[in-house]
């Protein structure tokens, strides 16, 4: 069961308030002193209407008057300057924070949430939710300012404050439902900018789809599907806001009324002055409050939702590592009764198998037939549902962090390239990456040639570096290349190769190339000759290891690498030999 120290709505906010700790501290100090300010100009301000009208002197009283404005005046820019500080740090935590455990949660959080949708939580709901802080120092502060109108109007008189108190609980009502409707519609306003920002993010990455089927128009449509839904959430919303403020409008008025109805008895029966009047008047319009309460309770309500929102991302738990070693070894990899689960459906069922150190292995099996996902488990982007998958005997859930992705290197089948150039994109996972293993890592992937073409070579930036599939599959091989360690995993990588180039690659690897265990994702048949032994994967299980000239005379097994259907007469008769 989640306590409420574990509720990451309630801790992610407490670690963000932790953060600028100091700043909200002198913006509470700053709110709160501009707050006394203003409850004393008032009673000023009275005190000094009452001399004048006597004839006495009343320069001091003005002075002070004069003072209490300056001083409002100097508090109200410092609490502007704190409030977008703390915001502004605030965010720039938050975003950080986030950023950080989204790339430790990996796959499953993109899984769960879609791209689109977590940078529309990274970027606009963090930048809502950085202004919880600021809000609620300043709430505290405007919460203030209504008490203390109340007490200065009981000092004055206690039938004043009587007088506002018997229609008070009428605001307070009012003011309680319009947080919390707008904290209603505020969630169901940004879960529809979600929405759209996961659809456009699928455009954008499908661009060169949607351009080719021509169905610029269609995708357009569905990406603003949500609009409507999304307007009638923002008509909502401000609908919520315009009756609760004009509903408060319509009550704080009438309990100013009240006061200085009272107080214009008093004054006839002189127990007030008009300078008493006057101030009265005054902590009136402060005990309602109404504008800078209702604009502060819609702050917070959007402050909150959006950090319900962040925290359903943090709440995706991220791997946990252990504290154990990686002792030396060869490399030798081991699935034990391996089981895996996508979307409530077994993908790996039970899976046993061996790679010894230094040898090539390769998987083959048919489209979902669980390669990719054993790839995944193989050097824990993902962890099993049952089972352990150990490296030089060590299970890779109880390895240290830094021993784990220092041992195991992947390569895609559509890499991501990062950095500044294509040195950087090599060199990614390198704490000193030196130009000379970047050479040589990029000459085994066989990607020196087309680089050195380039026109800065390897200090050509990324975005200035056009290239094909194919080009891109080599710089993520010779990024896997330079990374080293024992256990290299290739994700289907050649799949954008040509023949040529792949076979140069493979032999390269076998050759010597890389001395890590080497896990390969084939689906070419040319690929698996040429490994030290094939895995065959079938219905989330391993059918068969061995080598592929052994394995060709199986009709099913050549039927998965070349797709062509086997005679079933044919079959029989091989599984009867």
């Known amino acids: 069961m989640t306590t409420a120290a574990d509720d990451p709505c309630r801790a992610l906010p407490r670690s963000a308030t932790r953060h600028s700790a100091a700043r909200i501290a002198a913006l509470c100090l700053v709110s709160t002193a501009a707050t006394g300010a203003g409850l004393l100009l008032p009673a000023a301000l009275g005190r000094a209407l009452d001399l004048l009208l006597a004839g006495a ?15 409002l005046a100097l508090l109200d820019a410092c609490q502007s300057v704190l409030i977008g500080t703390v ?20 796959p499953r959080a993109t899984d769960r949430f879609g791209a689109g949708d977590l940078v529309a939580r990274l970027v606009g709901n963090a930048a809502q939710a950085g202004t919880a802080p600021a809000a609620r120092a300043v709430l505290l502060a405007a919460l203030t300012g209504p008490v203390g109108g109340i007490v200065a109007l009981a000092l004055i008189d206690p039938w004043l404050a009587a007088a506002f108190l018997a229609g008070a609980p009428v605001l307070a009502v ?33 661009h060169r789809t949607i351009a080719a089927a021509g169905t610029a128009d269609r995708e357009t449509a569905r990406i603003l599907r949500p609009l409507p839904e999304l307007s009638r959430a923002g008509h909502r919303m401000w609908q919520v806001q315009g009756r609760a403020a004009a509903q408060a409008v319509t009550v704080a008025p009438l309990l100013q009324l009240g006061v ?40 917070v309500a959007r402050a909150r939702a959006a950090v319900g929102r962040l925290g359903e991302v943090v709440a995706e738990p991220a791997s946990a590592h252990g504290r154990r070693r ?129 026109p800065h070579g390897y200090a050509t930036a990324l975005a200035d570096a056009p290239r094909s599939g194919g080009e891109s599959q080599r710089l993520g091989l010779a990024r896997a ?13 050649l799949s954008s190769l040509d023949t040529v180039t792949e076979a140069r690659i493979t032999e390269a690897l076998a050759d010597g190339g890389s001395p890590a265990t080497r896990l390969l994702i084939a689906h070419r048949a040319a690929t698996a000759a040429r490994a030290d032994a094939v895995a065959w994967l079938d219905g989330g299980r391993v059918r068969a290891v061995g080598r592929h000239e052994e394995l060709w005379g199986i009709a099913a097994y050549r039927e998965t690498l ?16």
């Open 57 to 71: 002197p009343a320069t001091g009283w003005v002075l002070c008057c004069a003072a209490l404005v300056l001083t």
């Open 174 to 206: 009012l003011l309680r439902t319009f947080a919390r409707d707008t904290s209603r519609c505020v969630t169901r306003y940004q879960r529809e900018q979600g929405r759209i920002a996961a659809a456009l993010a699928e455009a954008v990455d499908g």
């Open 562 to 577: 070349t797709g062509t259907p086997v005679d079933a007469s044919a079959a029989a008769d091989e599984a009867h030999r």
């Open 481 to 493: 290349f330079a990374h080293g360690g024992r256990l290299l995993i290739l994700d289907d990588a």
């Open 260 to 299: 200085v109805a009272v107080a214009g008895v008093l004054l006839a029966r002189h127990r007030l002055s008009v300078g008493e009047v006057l101030a009265a008047s005054r902590y009136a319009v402060l005990a309602t409050g109404v504008g800078m309460l209702v604009a502060q309770l819609a702050g």
């Open 87 to 106: 915001d502004a740090r605030t965010t720039a935590w938050l975003r950080g924070r986030l950023t950080g455990h989204v790339l430790a949660v990996g």
């Open 326 to 454: 990686l002792p030396p070894g060869p490399g030798r990899l081991e699935l034990r009764g391996v089981i895996a689960r996508r979307g409530g459906t077994i993908v790996l069922d039970g899976v046993d198998l061996v790679v010894p150190g230094g040898t090539t292995l390769a998987v083959v099996g048919r489209s979902g037939a669980g390669k990719s996902v054993l790839a995944a488990l193989a050097g824990r982007l993902a962890d099993p549902d049952g089972g352990e998958v150990l490296l030089d005997g060590v299970p890779l859930s109880e390895l240290t962090r830094d021993d784990l992705r220092g041992a195991v290197a992947y390569a895609f089948e559509r890499p991501v390239l990062l950095g500044r150039t294509v040195e950087d994109a090599i060199g990614l996972s390198l704490t000193a990456p030196s130009p000379a293993r970047i050479r040589q890592a990029a000459r085994t992937a066989h990607a020196d040639d087309f680089v050195s073409r380039l």
